[in-house]
């Protein structure tokens, strides 16, 4: 299911799961990945005390010319959160002044998570797909500051998508390669490539998302009038 080096060493170490993005909307293979990401650290004895989805600053839209206002991706959050008893929505993220830089989110995140849990140990790590990894090769995209923060002192649970191979990509990064041991890559047996794009595109067409995300996310979205209108592609 995972490859990891860590599959032999016993951890009773508490984590936080902290799924990034713009959940532009939200829907159901967010929640799916955390699970998966869960069953990969339960499976190398980590113990999951819970997971957290949090929202991108309204100030991320310079970047992604399709998203809509953060009160409402976060209420759709929370909406969708609702079906889970270990995932929260957090709203830390958007209420800075202004959008804040991943590594900057789990560091936040981690020390209101030693509070909340009382777990003075606690660690995040970050939930991303084979893509975001993929885009710490980006130039200009990730300070490499942040990337040796990310993975070196919180860690990643890489979900595999179709088309990647996150194996190969972290043994040719030389900071992936270096933290390589706080890196648990989880692979999907049932492969489901839903994005947030296709969601827009079908409400946009006029088309129904319901059992793509929550009935209450799908209601919300009717109600709001949200997507109905013709846009350019973009997660």
């Known amino acids: 299911m995972e490859v990891n080096t860590e599959a032999t060493i016993n951890r009773n170490i ?26 990969g650290l339960r499976r190398i004895n980590y113990r999951v005390v819970g997971g957290i989805m949090t929202p991108t600053h309204d100030h991320y839209k310079k970047h992604k010319k399709t998203l809509i206002e953060y009160e409402h991706r976060a209420t759709m959050v929370d909406l969708t959160c609702q079906s889970s008893s270990w995932v929260k929505g957090s709203r830390w993220e958007g209420g800075q002044p202004t959008w804040t830089r991943t590594a900057k989110v789990l560091d936040a995140l981690q020390s209101q998570g030693r509070i909340e849990y009382n777990e003075p140990n606690l660690i995040t790590k970050l939930v991303c797909g084979a893509d975001l990894l993929e885009s710490f090769a980006k130039p200009g995209l990730w300070l490499d500051s942040d990337i040796k923060t990310i993975v070196g002192e919180h860690g990643i649970v890489v979900i595999a998508r179709p088309g990647y191979d996150p194996g190969s990509f972290i043994f040719n990064h030389d900071v992936l390669f270096k933290y390589q041991d706080n890196i648990t890559l989880v692979y999907n047996p049932v492969n489901c490539d839903l994005s947030s794009t296709q969601c827009r595109t079908l409400v946009t067409r006029g088309m129904s998302v319901r059992y793509l995300c929550t009935d209450a996310v799908c209601d919300y979205i009717v109600r709001n009038n949200l997507y109905v209108e013709t846009e350019s592609k973009g997660e």
């Open 14 to 39: 508490p984590v936080l799961l902290v799924s990034p993005g713009c959940f532009n909307p939200p829907h159901l293979q967010h929640l799916r990945n955390l699970e998966l990401a869960r069953d």
